[in-house]
């Protein structure tokens, strides 16, 4: 395992990349890629057809053509009301605040005038966009709303120890977000827990081919939520270094089996029983709600102003995607278009081209919180890198601020 090493005082920030580089253009990158969406093979699970077509794309024909989403709204219909009114609350709604959350619980109270308990788990990052856009929600649709918030310390520890072994940060927010529901559905003793939008829309882990409902369990958190990295597994990792009480990492812990199993759980996701549309989702949240999109680091704002406004350490976040598989989110929204037929290739080309590849402003604050230095980052980041790709650091551009960067947390 690579030694970690944990940088008591934080070093000073790098400066950006230099600004003779900034008119530098991208190489194209040399990867296979889907004939239709034009995802690249590093893409996680994704495998191509004879025609050279990836199977996300199948998939997504499949659930066109195949599904019987009448059928499929009849079981959700059942669901709902085979727990209607027998617990503490109907159902748990997990809700980061972004448009699947928010669009999944003005769905099910409108559709079902169910009684929810919003359960939102606070990753550190809360954009104030999104929290003007929750309370807006809260307060229009009259819900109960627990907010809860690890502790920092703990999780700027375990955001360094991710990074360094697997490249991805994200560890607390992805593993807090999907156990800390089910702790809470124990504690109020309320089986039904009903996310957003299923992962076969953007992955094969679960295909919509099965025609089995994606069941949001401790297999599927095991196969690609925790990275392969349980709670117990992280104790371990930083407990030479780093003070801390274990029970600091219970709500990155999937709760016993055994406990959720005899509440009679079900934990599946809305867009399980009906067609997912994100563009379509986004509208009418806003008509509804006045729910509000934001701009993203290295995103084309007017084509989607509603993607992943959750966070403000999103921009890392793909910045690291692009060093590792040679991609970004850019490429993951024209792919969905590319796939919906809403766009064409030469436009998807060139937004990706203008927009990955770019340096995000809030790698300054990402550096201070972890305590690395930014060639410490790169080393860390080209180790993890998906083969056959390889990160060009020279090639990097500088990125844009957001008008909220200003307003983000800062140490010191
Ligand atoms: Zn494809």
Not at 48 to 65: H, L, M, P, T, W
Not at 264 to 270: G, I
Not at 319 to 331: A, D, E, H, P
Not at 346 to 354: F, K, N, S
């Amino acid at each position: 395992m690579t030694k970690i090493r944990v940088p008591h005082e934080p070093h000073t920030m790098q400066p950006a990349v230099p600004a003779k580089r900034a008119s530098r253009q991208l190489p194209v990158l040399p990867l296979v890629r889907c004939a239709r969406c034009g995802l690249p093979e590093t893409y996680e699970t994704i495998e191509f057809d004879a025609q050279g077509v990836c199977n996300i794309c199948r998939q997504k024909e499949f659930k066109d053509a195949q599904i019987d989403w009448t059928a499929r709204k009849s079981q959700l219909d059942e669901l709902v009301e085979s727990y209607r009114g027998k617990h503490e609350y109907d159902c748990i709604i997990p809700f980061s605040g972004g448009k699947d959350s928010t669009f999944t619980l003005n769905y099910l109270v409108k559709e079902y005038r169910i009684k929810p308990l919003v359960v939102q788990f606070d990753h550190g990052f809360m954009r104030p966009n999104l929290l003007a856009n929750n309370e807006r929600t809260f307060r229009k649709l009259g819900v109960d709303v627990l907010r809860f918030t690890p502790n920092w310390r703990v999780v700027k520890r375990v955001m360094l120890e991710a990074l360094v072994r697997k490249g991805d940060f994200c560890w607390h927010c992805h593993t807090g977000i999907f156990s800390y529901p089910m702790h809470v559905a124990l504690k109020f003793q309320t089986p039904l827990i009903i996310w957003g939008e299923p992962s076969s829309e953007y992955t094969a882990y679960y295909d919509y081919k099965d025609d089995v409902i994606e069941e949001v369990d401790e297999t599927r958190f095991n196969r690609f939520v925790n990275l392969g990295i349980t709670a117990e597994d992280m104790a371990g990792m930083i407990a030479s270094d780093f003070t801390f009480d274990p029970r600091d990492l219970t709500p990155f812990t999937y709760p016993n089996v055994r406990d959720l199993r005899r509440l009679k759980y079900r934990s599946v996701c809305l867009g399980s029983f009906i067609p997912w549309d994100v563009k379509k989702n986004a509208e009418l949240i806003r008509q509804e709600l006045g729910w509000q999109g934001d701009r993203v680091e290295n995103m084309p704002h007017d084509l989607y102003p509603y993607e992943k406004i959750e966070c403000w350490m999103q921009g890392v976040r793909d910045y690291i995607k692009y060093l590792k598989r040679g991609y970004g989110r850019v490429t993951q929204m024209t792919a969905l278009d590319l796939r919906g037929g809403r766009i064409g290739k030469a436009e998807a080309d060139r937004l990706i081209a203008e927009y990955e590849g770019r340096r995000p402003p809030s790698l300054d604050l990402f550096l201070e919180y972890v305590g690395l230095t930014e060639a410490e980052f790169n080393e860390i980041v080209q180790k993890t890198a998906v083969a056959p790709f390889e990160p060009d650091f020279d090639a990097i551009r500088p990125g844009d601020k957001t008008p909220d960067f200003d307003r983000w947390y800062r140490e010191r």
